[in-house]
């Protein structure tokens, strides 16, 4: 055990500030992904940008970063402290032989100074640099394409309204890989070629994709795949992807276009022409038409994550396919000639068929992302479905509305599955209180009414 600590090396993550819930999870989860385990004595600051980690290799660090959208930069961490004076005696303790590699006289090199929650002036920042003058540097500096470039990084702390006059803390290292926060922009849905109502965010997509551990040749399904979204993210890092929808129209790409100043979807509007505009047609298997509710899949161990936006109701309530014997006034017609019938399909019954299909057909140690909708004034973590087969991994929070919000769910399956386990959610405590979360619709918009009624009472006053 203390060769394996004195193995651990240290490293300085710079997180973005966004989606503070979700970037915890998905370290985690890409450290495990990588081959290493995160440390419950991490020096983490959950809502800080700046988490030190230790890390078995650079090579693993470097791992981290191709796939992470919540981090920014990673750093081998020289030192660092809680003034100039605690930083700069850090940095002397540093092993100069780790140091030495990086500063012959034959490198070239740069410091640069980034600052959070707060800006210095240029003659600042070389004060700063300068005080390093009693670092081993014999290289030369060079502005532009440097081979090593070194950071100082200062914590003004979290409060724009109360700004101190010196850092909270403050580190020094070697930049070692940027993250891939670029990802957000190049797979924005605005220069998506097929989008619906419900399209994931991009950000979202991708951090979707890491909490489930998506890696190259996986195979991915999403059985409420809409118009594809989430197989996007997990195409790009490798993995071939599948879904089904009940929706005819959505997954032909037919019918009306839900683009500003378009009326109709164009002849090459699918979920195929999406993956295509991002270079990944040749990771997409397909997408069907069925029913979630039902099974068209044989038995067995099939996917290795699923990743999945249930509906929520929050549009249209939740439907299945039904019999002509339920109501005559369900039947919808599509097009070319394509009928159906639906019947109601409450929200407690959606997820808890997600579950058992996916205790079914999760490979072992797969897992499974989606959202659950959640009405706050009533969340308790006892009604998050859970099935035997399932373990939970984590559960993050998405703001919706003052009342509402939708959680972030990953489950790892960690059993197999055999026909005891085919209901066993009727038998759970969670399965009860979570039925009164099938009324989430009328929830959420009786909250928007309620909302929309205060803003009128007080643009009166």
């Not at 998506?192 to 994709?209: E, K, P, Q, V, Y």
């Not at 890696?215 to 989430?230: A, E, I, M, Q, S």
């Not at 369900?330 to 205790?359: C, G, P």
Request: proline share 5%.
């Amino acid at each position: 055990m203390a060769l394996a600590a004195q193995a651990l090396r240290r490293y300085l993550l710079l997180l973005a500030q966004e989606h503070l819930e979700f970037r915890l999870p998905e370290i985690t989860s890409l450290l495990s992904l990588c081959g290493g385990q995160f440390s419950g004595e991490q020096e983490i600051r959950v809502n800080s940008p700046f988490w030190i980690l230790n890390i078995p290799s650079e090579e693993m660090a470097r791992g981290l970063m191709k796939r992470t959208v919540c981090a920014k930069s990673i750093f081998e961490l020289w030192g660092h402290g809680r003034s100039a004076e605690e930083l700069y005696a850090s940095l002397k303790n540093y092993p100069t032989d780790k140091m030495l590699p990086y500063l012959q006289s034959d490198s070239t090199y740069k410091v640069h100074i980034h600052t959070f929650n707060k800006t210095l002036t240029q003659a600042q920042k070389i004060k700063k640099i300068d005080a390093l003058e009693f670092l081993p540097f014999k290289g030369k500096v060079r502005l532009k394409n440097p081979e090593h470039i070194f950071w100082i990084l200062e914590d003004y702390g979290m409060n724009p309204n109360d700004v101190p006059e010196e850092p909270i803390h403050l580190y020094f290292g070697r930049w070692i890989a940027d993250g891939q926060r670029e990802l957000i922009e190049s797979y924005s849905v605005k220069k998506r070629h097929f989008i619906g109502n419900t399209s994931m965010d991009a950000c979202l997509s991708f951090i979707m994709a890491n909490h489930g551990r998506v890696k190259p040749n996986d195979v991915v399904y999403d059985p409420f795949v809409g118009t594809g979204g989430l197989l996007i993210s997990s195409a790009h890092f490798g993995a071939y992807v599948c879904g089904t929808d009940i929706d005819y129209n959505t997954i032909h790409g037919l019918g009306k276009a839900t683009r500003k100043n378009q009326k109709w979807r164009g002849p090459d509007e699918n979920i195929r022409a999406n993956l295509r505009q991002y270079g990944l047609e040749k990771y997409y298997l397909d997408a069907l038409v069925a029913d979630s509710s039902r099974p068209i899949w044989r038995k067995g161990m099939l996917f290795d994550a699923i990743i999945t936006d249930p509906p929520y109701g929050i549009r249209e309530a939740p439907r299945r396919m039904g019999s002509q014997k339920e109501t005559v006034k369900s039947v919808e017609r599509s097009t070319e000639n394509h009928f159906f019938v639906s019947s109601s399909y409450h929200l407690s019954d959606i997820f808890f068929d997600l579950l058992k299909f996916a205790a079914e057909c999760l490979v072992m140690g797969g897992r499974l992302v989606y959202w659950l909708p959640i009405y706050r004034p009533e969340y308790t973590e006892e009604i998050i479905p859970r099935h035997p087969c399932l373990k939970l991994i984590s559960n993050c929070e998405q703001m919706l509305s003052s009342h509402t919000s939708r959680r972030l769910i990953t489950m790892e399956k960690v059993k197999e599955f055999k026909d005891q386990d085919e209901n066993s959610y009727l038998l759970d405590d969670q399965y009860m209180p979570y039925r009164g979360h099938n009324s989430f619709r009328e929830k959420y918009f009786s909250g928007v009414t309620k909302r929309i009624a205060k803003e009128e009472k007080d643009n009166q006053k």
